[in-house]
């Protein structure tokens, strides 16, 4: 008879050789088949991450997305790829096609069917506009008759159409465009997001699409996002002052503010994209999607605050 010491000390070396395989195994799977955590936090490899921040998190929004620009890294990512209805969102690339295609002091003249579209921002029939100034109450104030003002006047730039094709035209551009930065999730029917109809909304896209649009504005044309970091902003025609309020209602409570844009239609819910300076030039985006009117600054203020405890351990939202 084997005396049960020996039966023991064979268990065990059985058990100890076994574990070593386990490891020998698991060490030569490639990273793609090993098991990652939804939520990536691209901190580095080194250093220790004892809590994540955005563990956990509970959002009203379909989709969301939270994007380290410094960086080219996400940090939270929900349904980021799924296309859903842009709402006014859709005017940052109005905006954008606008100035690389037109420039800053090119005089846009407001139609008669640029103010009978819904939204009304106090704009008069033959109003003539600075072009740069009309795209600051375009996005600040979500102005739908401004979007339609700059679609119509900067279409009628790329050539000789009809009337009835220039608005066609610069949606066309907005495509071409939205291909160019590789938005794969992303096209638009309108310049201003609007509902066609009950069923289609005016653009689609993804989470992830608009926070690199977004990128690609603040690296790139600056000029034209910065005033959408103001509640209020004093603005002119040629010949006309107005006055235009922000429809990002928490637009003074985000730290850093670097860029928000608001939207919101019955097919969509509520949407936002802001972008924020989480240290020294360090813009991070965040981007919701398919909230709602009100839940929309709920999420993107939980994101917030997950993404600047991610940075420094503070609360700050």
Not at 96 to 123: H, K, R
Not at 248 to 264: C, D, H, M, Y
Not at 289 to 301: H, I, P, V
Request: hydrophobic share 45%.
């Amino acid at each position: 008879m084997i005396p049960k010491t020996h039966i023991i000390y064979g268990m065990s070396a059985c058990v100890a050789a076994f574990g070593i395989l386990a490891v020998i195994l698991f060490m030569r799977v490639p990273l793609e088949h090993q098991s990652l955590p939804a939520t990536t936090l691209s901190r580095d490899a080194n250093s220790a991450v004892p809590h994540d921040p955005f563990a956990g998190i509970t959002l009203t929004a379909h989709a969301a997305y939270v994007f380290d620009a410094e960086r080219g890294v996400p940090l939270f990512a929900l349904h980021e790829n799924v296309q859903l209805p842009l709402a006014s969102l859709t005017k940052i690339m109005t905006a954008l096609v606008a100035i690389e295609t037109g420039e800053p002091d090119d005089t846009i003249t407001v139609t008669g069917d640029a103010i009978a579209l819904e939204g009304d921002q106090g704009l008069r029939q033959g109003e003539k506009w600075r072009l740069g100034d009309l795209i600051d109450l375009m996005l600040l104030s979500s102005s739908n008759d401004g979007a339609h003002a700059i679609a119509s006047a900067v279409g009628a730039t790329e050539g000789t159409l009809a009337d009835a094709d220039i608005g066609n035209a610069f949606v066309r551009a907005m495509n071409q465009k939205a291909r160019a930065l590789s938005l794969t999730q992303t096209y638009f029917l309108n310049e201003s997001g609007l509902d066609v109809n009950e069923g289609v909304s005016g653009a689609y896209g993804s989470a992830r699409d608009v926070a690199r649009l977004l990128e690609y504005v603040i690296m790139r044309h600056p000029e034209i996002i910065e005033a959408t970091r103001y509640k209020m902003l004093e603005t002119a025609s040629l010949k006309e002052r107005h006055t235009a309020k922000n429809t990002n209602q928490f637009v003074e409570n985000i730290p850093g503010l670097i860029a928000s844009k608001t939207g919101f239609t019955d097919l969509a819910g509520g949407n936002l994209a802001i972008a924020f300076d989480a240290g020294l030039s360090h813009p991070v985006i965040v981007v919701v999607l398919g909230s709602t009117e009100k839940e929309r600054f709920t999420d993107a203020g939980i994101l917030i605050d997950a993404a600047m405890q991610y940075f420094s351990g503070e609360k700050l939202l």
